[in-house]
Structures are given as C-alpha cells and as structure tokens.
C-alpha cells in the first residue's frame, strides 16, 4: 500500500449542507484506508475557491477528486476544468426536482472537460470508484477492494437464508 497519511482525495462539498454525503463517503474511505481531505466551495458562491482548488490539487498530492453538489451542480464540472485529475461528481438530492437537476447537471458536460457520474446520493459509489481508479497503481488497495467486494457478496449470499418461508432456490443453483 501507498503512504496512508497523505490525502490523496479531495472531496469538495457545494455547501456544508451536502453533508450527509460527506459521511457516507468517509465510512467508505475508511474502510478501506484511504487517506482524504474535505471542504467547502462553490462553484457559485466561491467560483476563485474551486478555481484555486482544482488548480493546486495536483501538485498538493491529491490524485482524485469528488464534487458533491445539489441544485445546478457546477462544481464537479468547474472542479474538471481546472485540473487534468479525474473528477467524479456526486449529485445530491433535494430541491424541487429530487436531485435529477444536479445529475443531470454533471452528466451533461461539453465535449473535453469529463466528470464522472455516480448516482443521486450514491455517496458509497462515488467513493469506491474513486478507490478503483486508485488501485489501478496500487495492488494493495486493489486487494482492499477486493475484499469489500467479497463482504458485499456474502451478505447477498447470506440473505437468502432470511427468505426461508418462500421456496428457496437451492444451492446448487449457483454452482
Ligand atoms: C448546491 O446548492 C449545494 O451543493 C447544495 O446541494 C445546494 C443548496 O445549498 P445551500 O443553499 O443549502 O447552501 O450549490
């Protein structure tokens, strides 16, 4: 594994009310020991903030970054056009459209500046694709992984037994 102190995440929230995401993120980082930093800016509200941001990211260490924002959610786009690091935007729910603004805000970006997508509120997902991305160069966060993936896979597997008064398919079904 890589040196775990540094951050080598950066997770920028639109506004401290996006915090609910934040957590989610930080279990799954933690989980799987990866070193992250939060903050607070917005691509309305602070645009020179993110600008600064996204430009120091790189050289300050960090190699992936997630924006989290609601409503019109510019952030992760605006995050994408300051930095040749991979940025994942985490739509956040709320608003009188649910969170389908803010999804459909960073997936619909222009030709030459991407910004991966994860689902509304999918804060885990935003988290474990960027420690896919990570792992690429690092095989014990890919063993890491792997292992989450393989807990995630026994508690379906384990679930079944909870279905017990329907008629199961046995197991050798699945063999
Ligand atoms: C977005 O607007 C933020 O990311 C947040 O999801 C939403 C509402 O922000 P607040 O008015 O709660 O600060 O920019």
């Not at 600008?51 to 992936?64: D, F, H, I, M, Q």
């Not at 935007?89 to 459909?104: F, K, N």
């Amino acid at each position: 594994m890589e040196d775990r102190k540094h951050p080598i995440v950066g997770v920028v929230l639109g506004s401290k009310s996006d915090l609910a995401q934040a957590v989610k993120i930080a279990e799954t980082f933690d989980a799987l020991a990866i070193p992250f930093e939060v903050t607070v800016a917005s691509a309305h509200r602070t645009p020179e903030d993110v600008t600064a941001y996204a430009r120091n990211a790189r050289s300050r260490g960090l190699k992936v970054l997630i924006g989290v924002a609601g409503l019109a959610a510019a952030l992760p786009g605006c995050l994408a056009a300051e930095t040749t690091l991979p940025v994942i935007g985490l739509p956040v729910g709320g608003g009188t459209l649910g969170g389908m603004d803010a999804l459909l805000a960073i997936a619909q970006m222009p030709p030459g500046v991407p910004a991966a997508t994860v689902g509304i509120n999918a804060g885990q997902n935003a988290a474990l694709l960027a420690a896919r991305i990570l792992a690429l160069s690092d095989k014990g966060l890919h063993e890491a992984l792997w292992a989450f993936q393989g807990q995630a896979a026994d508690k379906v597997r384990s679930s079944r037994k909870e279905l017990d008064t329907l008629p199961l398919a046995p197991e050798e079904a699945f063999r």
